[in-house]
């Protein structure tokens, strides 16, 4: 739950987000001292910053979490929803701010693995922050070779990455947020969502229909057998689909951008920091301070 406050000393507007019950279940309590440890490091205009955390009273018996944040205006999703005319300015600077945060994200080698409309916050000029880092993870650097197996289960199935939903405790990479990126850049554009799939299965049909099947050494990655088979009975191989009928408004280079972010072969696709120098943003690039962040020290 968030509300907004004002703080009594200096008079400034806030957000609190209380998180309840973070003890009822070991997964509650992982996700919230990861939001927290990631926000106390997080500095990018990109990114949504944390004022402070209440203490609370007994450090024995609290149960309840209360975050101190910065304050926006609304979320993307009520945005996207709304009657609000967008524009391909707008829309523009909405991507180039979530893909300026991803790199930030990124450069720290973690993975937001929840980006959707809903944990994304504007304000009335279109500034972008991306918040919501409970499903965040790191990947530090580790001197065993042993494998270690992350959940597949995370982000929300529209936004959810082919090797997400194709793979079973494969261990993925920062892709998947870029991937979510372009499903957003899509849904900008149509004003609905991009791959409204009503099942695993149904979502795989959306995707390979607008990406076309993946090749076979694509399929051959992956895990869950399954889906290897789901895949392979697309015969034949469904084509590329015609995106400048379906986006007639992005032109070349927001198709060209459209396509380097939802490539399915997360190999194939583009990385955050590559996205913010397309040409897309050209324009933009021109008119802001383009100087990018340091993130912090993995």
Not at 169 to 192: F, H, N, P, S
């Amino acid at each position: 739950t968030v509300v907004s406050a004002r703080h009594r000393r200096t008079g400034k507007t806030c957000a609190i987000k209380h998180i309840g019950g973070v003890f009822l279940a070991k997964d509650y309590a992982i996700k919230t001292l990861r939001e927290l440890r990631f926000l106390r490091v997080f500095r990018h205009p990109n990114v949504v910053g944390l004022h402070d955390v209440l203490v609370p009273r007994n450090a024995q018996t609290f149960d309840d979490v209360f975050l101190v944040t910065e304050l926006m205006e609304t979320d993307l999703d009520m945005l996207i929803k709304s009657k609000t005319v967008l524009h391909d300015r707008h829309n523009r600077w909405i991507m180039y701010q979530l893909l300026r945060a991803l790199a930030y994200v990124h450069g720290a080698n973690v993975s937001h693995r929840d980006v959707k409309p809903a944990n994304i916050v504007l304000d009335s000029q279109c500034n972008l922050k991306l918040c919501d880092f409970g499903l965040s993870r790191a990947d530090f650097p580790r001197e065993s070779e042993t494998p270690i197996f992350w959940t597949d289960y995370v982000a929300t199935r529209w936004y959810r990455a082919p090797e997400l939903i194709c793979s079973h405790y494969e261990q993925y990479t920062t892709q998947i947020d870029v991937w979510a990126a372009g499903c957003i850049m899509g849904e900008l554009v149509k004003r609905r969502a991009l791959f409204p799939g009503r099942n695993v299965y149904h979502q795989i049909d959306l995707i390979t229909n607008f990406c076309g099947t993946p090749s076979q050494s694509t399929i051959d990655q992956m895990r869950n057998q399954k889906a290897r088979e789901h895949l392979m009975r697309q015969v034949p191989p469904k084509p590329h689909e015609d995106s400048a009928a379906k986006f007639p408004s992005l032109g070349e280079e927001g198709l060209s951008m459209l396509h380097g972010l939802l490539s399915f072969d997360p190999r194939e696709r583009s990385s955050a920091a590559a996205g913010c120098q397309h040409s897309f943003f050209k324009e933009i690039r021109q008119s802001i301070d383009e100087s990018f962040i340091q993130p912090p020290p993995q």
